[in-house]
Structure formats: C-alpha cells, structure tokens
C-alpha cells in the first residue's frame, strides 16, 4: 500500500529512478540519495528560496511561519551551520514593510541583543491576532452612525445649507472682523 502511494505521487521524471526498488524502506532511500545530497547547489537553491521568501500583508501568519521552518529545515539537511540568531533574523526580514514596527520592537525588546525562536513566533501570531480584532468589528459594536439631523441632499452634519439666487449651495457663516 505505501509503495503505491509514493509511485502515485511521483513525477514521471521521478519515477523511473525508484522503478526497481521492491520496497518502501528501499523507494524512501533511493529518493533521498537521489534529491538531499549535500552539494553546494543544493545550499544555494534553499539559502535562494529562503532570501526571496517574503510574507505578504494578506498571508497569514501560521502558514508563513511553516513555509519558514520547511525551508529552514532543508537547509539544516544540507548541514548548512547556522545559528539561532541568524534564523530570527531572517525571519524578521520575510515579514511585510507594515511590520517594520513589530520587528523593531521584537529585536529592541531582546535581552543582550538575544532572542529566541518560539517567543518570536509566539509574539507574531499574537501580533497578527491583535491586528486580526482591530479590523474585525467586535459583536454589539455600530456599523454605521447617521447624524439624525441629514438628509443627504441638502444639508451637511451640523451645518444647513441655504441656495442662493443662481441655485448654487452657499453655507452661511459669519466672517470675523479683524481687530486691528
């Protein structure tokens, strides 16, 4: 059942290299030697991907945060070494210039200059949360108010409009005298 799945899900390009293999184990193997190895090409298609990969204003925050952590742990197969700072700024550099503040403030907010991965993570869903119930009107809240006094033709809030001899709207006010 497990090798029919995997062959079903293979590009036909894909599935000719695993064609002899009689098991799973043997099949998984095969891809892996195959498409892991460890070869600069391979570092810089992933270090490409994860430099180009940016969130975008209507993405959310969960799912950028996993196509984050795939790309990141694709490298790390790769045996790329690097650090946990370096990963929380890359993050930080994926996120929208509406985040700019957010980042801003994460990175300020780190003891020593160090800060770790899941409280970033965590302070971004709670951001975009926060972002999420401003937008959102909450349940009981208006929509929409209608000063009971317009009319919408011809009178604006609080000020009434007079017409004057060629049919042109003139509001009345008073001007101010100079006090010289």
């Known amino acids: 059942m ?8 293979l590009a036909n390009s894909v599935y000719f290299t695993v064609l002899d293999n009689k098991n799973s184990k043997e099949l998984w193997k095969t891809l892996c030697n195959t498409y892991e190895k460890e ?13 180009d990969l940016r969130m975008k204003d209507t993405d959310s925050v969960a799912s950028h945060l996993n196509e984050f952590d795939a790309l990141w742990s694709q490298l790390q197969a790769q045996k790329m070494t690097m650090d946990d ?3 929380y700024v ?12 957010f980042s801003t403030a994460i990175s300020n907010s780190a003891p020593n200059g160090k800060l770790v991965y899941t409280d970033i993570c965590g302070a971004l869903l709670s951001e975009e949360f926060r972002r999420y119930s401003m937008v959102t009107p909450q349940v009981g809240e208006a929509y929409n108010v209608r000063d009971s006094s317009y009319d919408g033709k011809n009178q604006q809030r609080g000020r009434s409009q007079t017409r004057n ?3 042109n709207d003139k509001s009345r006010s008073k001007s101010r005298k100079r006090l010289i």
């Open 2 to 9: 497990t090798m029919s799945t995997f062959r079903v899900h």
């Open 165 to 167: 001899s060629r049919g």
């Open 90 to 101: 890359f993050l930080l550099c994926t996120l929208p210039a509406s985040w700019d503040t």
């Open 85 to 87: 700072e370096l990963k």
């Open 39 to 51: 070869t600069a090409t391979n570092k810089v298609f992933f270090m490409r991907k994860l430099y």
